[in-house]
């Protein structure tokens, strides 16, 4: 007995040795505890947010405002002619507080873009400061918010800072018109309140779209898309002093993946993927948004099977042709076509090439680079923006009613309306006639050679809606003093909070077993896709290219032999945990100041991603099949410790450095192969996967989710 225990003693020693575990996360290394400078920056940036719609009731920050004039301090900002024209246009006019913004309004956007330059160009944080409390209570509080929060991701000294969520910060563009109302009659009360929401607004669902809007209507999802546009703000040009690398393909490949969880959100519930829009005929699927402005007035909303129509609207500048937009991107596929642009100079500039789709990228999501000349908008047009006012004022096309924007006239809402999908199923197709355009990928392209993927193994993967609770200060007033514009009434302290129904996931871990020849750096690539399509035929993998989801993506060292790999959901690359509500927020940073606990500073740590429990689609109790997709590829960058790897890079991108993968995104699925090569490669291992759905059963719920009676 004793030899025997020595025996398998010996052999597991043996195995160990011969096998190399390694356990990959993101978490970050380099954070370190805040000091009073960096907790005062956050301290005031949280109280400048704070109900933005009302004058700033902090008075020491409204002093700062009421005490500055930009105009006697121009030599403090870096560009002093963007000083000169912001002060100009606002002694001019611009939209005043109280209105409604939209940066689809051309007019309008021209104005938030010169105040993001005064803040961005401010020399040091105090002039930065000085700047936002003057404007704070002067300009339109949506220009603000948006030109604010993207100087601060953008500036070095204040991209570091924690953000509050923006759906608390403009609660009106997420939260449901009901809440609101209720949440105004709580304050009236002085009653604390927990108000329920949900987002199929009720039982008996006649449209079929209403099945999958606790995806399309999440918070977190619209909070993602509005974080990436201020990441990669169309108008960034490299006179801020950065360049962003791949920003254009990054535009394509976000959209695209953001449509591929869309489609796999509806095959998880039975529904057919979204269908193309199609300029020349009707807007097939209706929505009805249910929000409303803080000014009172209602998001339009849209009937079933609208005509497209011009858009005749009284200023030239707003006026649109259905036709413009075909011909614009008729002049996309023909330079697709040709393989290659005209530049303002007549120059040629080649597509068919792996630089070819970035290039695209920019003229479709008409980027602003005025050293780029090729990216303009004056042949190829702004696809995307065009199209979404086409179809956003499908209602009101001649501008009788002077309807209010619609959702998708805004970044913080045109996720939860169906037609964003059709409209950018149509959009991607351009991207995909230039892939088709590009030489298969061969055997030689997918084949890792001296990589063999052995075997994969993952959790039971399990979905769930859940309860999450999201702070409605903002929603409602404080009370001001009468006749005192800046003195706010101390109100009896009300708690007032919407209970949210949201999908989540238990977390796993994917561990996949690698055999290497030699020591190497590699890249593993994770997808997940559907196995059937809505009427339950199995697809093959060419079929489902374009609904791959990229789950991770993480740089591995292999060392000859056997390699296991263990990797935790909450650490995949696509996605971010929940922001920290305003209020723990606000608390953490009153902690730190005063010495009760530490605020941590985390470098490079984003505010864009995927919100973390949008990870899987809904699964089904006894189980919903998907298909797992496991590739290690060489990796050809060898900065194993790039900061940008702990980054959401895959949907977020990067802000500085290089793009932390050299192979196309999306590989392999962005362009067309022979299965038969997939199916031989050692390095790659395609594996069958259940996603179930548990039950809800939380006290708050009333006993059973109603998401959960539906299917």
Request: glycine share 4%.
């Amino acid at each position: 007995m004793a030899q025997t225990l020595v025996l398998i003693s010996t052999l597991l020693v043996a195995f160990v040795a011969a096998t190399n575990i390694h356990h990959y996360n993101r978490r970050y290394d380099d954070r370190v505890a805040a000091d009073n400078y960096h907790l005062n920056k956050q301290d005031v940036i949280i109280k400048l947010l704070h109900r933005v719609h009302q004058p700033n009731q902090y008075r020491d920050l409204a002093d700062i405002g009421n005490n500055y004039n930009i105009e006697q301090n121009v030599d403090k900002y870096q560009n002093e002619e963007a000083v000169r024209k912001f002060v100009e246009q606002y002694k001019k006019g611009m939209l005043p507080r109280g209105r409604i913004f939209s940066i689809f309004d051309k007019k309008q956007q021209d104005e938030m873009i010169n105040l993001f330059e005064v803040f961005y160009y401010a020399k040091d944080f105090d002039t930065f400061l000085k700047t936002a409390c003057f404007a704070r209570d002067r300009v339109n509080e949506g220009q603000f918010v948006h030109a604010f929060l993207t100087a601060i991701l953008h500036r070095e000294d204040t991209k570091d800072v924690v953000l509050p969520p923006i759906y608390e910060v403009m609660p009106h563009f997420f939260l449901d018109t009901k809440v609101i109302k209720k949440a105004y009659e709580a304050k009236m009360r002085q009653e604390n309140a927990l108000i329920k929401m949900n987002y199929t607004h009720n039982r008996q669902l006649k449209n079929e779209d209403q099945k999958v809007a606790y995806f399309s209507e999440d918070m977190g999802l619209n909070q993602f898309y509005s974080y990436y546009q201020m990441d990669h703000p169309f108008f960034y040009k490299k006179d801020y002093g950065t360049e962003e690398d791949r920003k254009g393909e990054l535009f394509y490949y976000m959209h695209q993946q953001l449509l591929a969880r869309y489609d796999l959100e509806r095959l998880a519930n039975d529904l057919p993927t979204i269908e193309t829009l199609k300029l020349n005929k009707y807007v097939k699927r209706g929505y009805a948004p249910k929000l409303s402005y803080r000014q009172g007035e209602d998001f339009p909303l849209r009937p079933d099977n609208l005509q497209l129509k011009d858009l005749d609207y009284e200023k030239p500048e707003e006026r649109l042709k259905v036709r413009d937009v075909n011909d614009y991107e008729r002049r996309v596929r023909d330079a697709i076509d040709r393989g290659y642009i005209f530049t303002d100079e007549n120059n040629q500039v080649p597509l068919n090439n792996d630089k070819g789709i970035d290039i695209l990228g920019k003229i479709v999501g008409a980027t602003h680079d005025e050293n780029d000349k090729y990216y303009g908008n004056k042949y190829h047009g702004s696809i995307k923006t065009m199209t979404h006012k086409i179809v956003g004022r499908v209602t009101d096309p001649e501008d009788k009613y002077d309807q209010t924007p619609s959702v998708l006239e805004h970044y913080e809402t045109s996720v939860r309306d169906p037609a964003f999908y059709s409209i950018h199923k149509r959009i991607n197709r351009l991207f995909q006639k230039h892939k088709e355009n590009l030489p298969q990928y061969t055997r030689q392209d997918i084949q890792e050679q001296g990589v063999k993927v052995v075997n994969v193994e993952v959790d039971k993967l399990m979905t769930y809606f859940e309860d999450y609770d999201v702070d409605l200060t903002n929603v409602v007033d404080a009370t001001l003093k009468e006749g005192e514009r800046q003195q706010f009434q101390q109100d009896q302290e009300v708690i007032i909070k919407a209970r949210v129904k949201r999908i989540n996931h238990k977390p796993f871990t994917v561990k996949v077993e690698v055999e290497s020849d030699n020591n190497k750096n590699a890249m593993v690539r994770v997808f997940l896709g559907p196995k059937y399509n809505y009427l339950g035929q199995e697809l093959s993998l060419e079929e489902k290219r374009q609904y791959m989801v990229e789950l991770d993506r993480f740089p591995v060292q292999l060392t000859s032999g056997k390699n296991v790999i263990q990797r935790e959901s909450k650490d995949f690359n696509s996605i971010v945990p929940d922001h920290i509500p305003t209020k723990n927020l606000k608390h953490m940073v009153k902690s730190a100041v005063e010495g009760e606990q530490t605020f941590y500073v985390q470098k490079g740590k984003r505010q864009c991603g995927l919100p973390e429990h949008l990870l899987l689609p809904k699964g089904k109790k006894a189980g919903l099949p998907f298909t797992l997709f496991i590739m290690v590829t060489e990796n050809e960058n060898n900065e194993q410790d790039n900061v940008n790897y702990k980054q959401p890079f895959i949907l977020c991108g990067v802000k500085e450095g290089k793009y932390p993968d050299t192979k196309p995104m999306g590989y392999p699925f962005d362009r067309k192969f022979d299965e038969r090569d997939i199916k031989s490669a050692t390095n790659v291992y395609v594996k069958d996967v259940l996603i179930y759905h548990k039950r809800d059963v939380s006290e708050s719920s009333d006993k059973y989710s109603q998401y959960d009676d539906l299917y």
